[in-house]
């Protein structure tokens, strides 16, 4: 069990590019969930997964944001034409089943310019 | 009204003394609650999780529960300056897990 996995750590990027994140969850977890975390704040829910079903995205989810988990393993983030609004801690998290705890990753740190 | 309220603090509570955190949401179909602890630059971890009307202990941090009152709280005993963190409600409706802003606390050595 080597924990959720995210990657890159930190990424800086300048307005209008796409930019990618990954998220390795913990083997056999199957819900996977993505949080956007700015300071001062708490974790906004984003959108998540059991296995490769995308069961929620958040209605607050602009359309330039989207996710996938195409074998129910690892995920991808995507968020197209970035704004500054953007930059923030992008979290992601596992857990076993439903309604279990959830096991965070380091994040990835989002910096657009 | 915000789906899940804490007040942002900074809660200041001497070393040894109780803390004591609180929470109300506003979804009365959540199902479970969850408190995390994080510490700055750290991501969130599971401290305590409770389903039931009532009060549930483990070790130094006991959870409390009132669903007809919306409200959920988080005491800390003994509390010791490794305390000093960010704390996040965390209700749990059909797997939608929502976290409120955090309280900060800092244990006064």
């Known amino acids: 069990d080597t924990g959720v996995s995210q990657d890159p750590r930190h990424k800086i990027t300048k307005r209008g590019q796409n930019v990618t994140f990954r998220c390795d969850p913990i083997s056999e977890h199957n819900r996977l969930y993505w949080y956007r975390q700015t300071l001062g704040q708490g974790p906004e829910f984003l959108t998540y997964f059991q296995n490769e079903a995308q069961l929620e995205k958040s209605r607050l989810l602009s359309d330039r944001f989207s996710a996938e988990r195409p074998k129910g393993s690892f995920s991808t983030l995507e968020i197209q034409r970035t704004e500054q609004g953007d930059s923030a801690m992008y979290l992601c998290?596992?857990?076993?089943?439903?309604?279990?705890?959830?096991?965070f990753g380091s994040g990835t740190q989002l910096s657009v310019l | 009204q915000k789906e899940v309220e804490q007040n942002s603090g900074p809660l200041s509570v001497p070393e040894g003394a109780i803390a004591s955190l609180n929470c109300t949401y506003s979804d009365r179909g959540s199902q479970s609650f969850f408190w995390y602890r994080q510490y700055s630059g750290k991501s969130p971890e599971l401290i305590m999780f409770?389903?039931?009307?009532g009060d549930k202990e483990d070790g130094r941090f006991t959870a409390q529960l009132n669903k007809a009152s919306q409200y959920v709280s988080l005491l800390i005993r003994d509390s010791q300056p490794s305390d000093s963190a960010t704390y996040l409600c965390?209700?749990?409706?059909?797997?939608?897990?929502?976290f409120g802003k955090g309280t900060r606390l800092h244990i006064l050595p």
């Open positions: 965390a209700p749990n409706r059909d797997d939608k897990i929502i």
């Open positions: 409770i389903y039931s009307n």
């Open positions: 998290a596992s857990s076993p089943d439903r309604g279990e705890k959830l096991f």
